[in-house]
T-cell receptor, first 115, second 113 residues
Framework: GESVGLHLPTLSVQEGDNSIINCAYS??????FIWYKQESGKGPQFIID?????DKRQGQRVTVLLNKTVKHLSLQIAATQPGDSAVYFC??????????????FGTGTLLAVQP | KAGVTQTPRYLIKTRGQQVTLSCSPI?????VSWYQQTPGQGLQFLFE???????NKGNFPGRFSGRQFSNSRSEMNVSTLELGDSALYLC????????????FGQGTRLTVV
């Protein structure tokens, strides 16, 4: 498959600190990127998205940065809370000669928030 | 507005059997995609449907199939189950194709014994 499933990297932060989760994507033709949060026993939950014609987008306590030159995405979470503890996935929507809903997911990062 | 509904939530099957999983997308959404999630391979795309037509398929054997009905509900089927098919199967719905937000269901946890 296209998703690489290795052991999950972990980011451990203190409550109240800012978190930065990084992701490298694979397809330079991808035009749409999404960050998802997945809590144990649940499906992925949409956090924020960004299109390839932007390099930054802000939501509530979250910011996504896109660097197309090095094919890199990052998710910044401000004032991290215990409820933010989860696995975070980046996903890209590649162009395949037309519209597609196929998402290619990164391996995921486990965010552990210490109280 | 109700979210994406997947049934059943949990399933235990024996090797060699077949299984059918169901997904009801958000009302008004016409696009449904399926993903397999395992600890070893992560989230992998299975297939996507739009207006009852399969638009794209991932790198899975022919034992994995799916369909979409006129009301946008979708089913996926796995025949001749193998132990390695044990996974969380996730369905995502979108309003339309292209770069729009996809909403995921809770998934169906399939265990093959």
């Amino acid at each position: 498959g296209e998703s690489v499933g290795l052991h999950l990297p972990t980011l451990s932060v203190q409550e109240g600190d800012n978190s930065i989760i990084n992701c490298a994507y694979s397809n330079s033709a991808s035009d749409y990127f999404i960050w998802y949060k997945q809590e144990s026993g649940k499906g992925p939950q949409f956090i924020i998205d960004i299109r390839s014609n932007m390099d930054k987008r802000q939501g509530q306590r979250v910011t996504v940065l896109l660097n197309k030159t090095v094919k890199h995405l990052s998710l910044q979470i401000a004032a991290t809370q215990p409820g933010d503890s989860a696995v975070y996935f980046c996903a890209e929507n590649p162009l395949y000669g037309g519209a597609t809903n196929k998402l290619i997911f990164g391996t995921g990062t486990l965010l552990a928030v210490q109280p | 507005k109700a979210g994406v509904t997947q049934t059943p939530r949990y399933l235990i099957k024996t090797r060699g059997q077949q299984v059918t999983l169901s997904c009801s997308p958000i009302s008004g959404h016409r696009s449904v995609s399926w993903y397999q999630q395992t600890p070893g391979q992560g989230l992998q795309f299975l297939f996507e449907y739009f207006s009852e037509t399969q638009r794209n398929k991932g790198n899975f054997p022919g034992r994995f199939s799916g369909r979409q009905f006129s009301n946008s509900r979708s089913e996926m089927n796995v025949s001749t189950l193998e132990l390695g098919d044990s996974a969380l199967y996730l369905c995502a719905s979108k309003w339309r194709q292209g770069g729009y937000e996809a909403f995921f269901g809770q998934g169906t946890r399939l265990t093959v014994v």
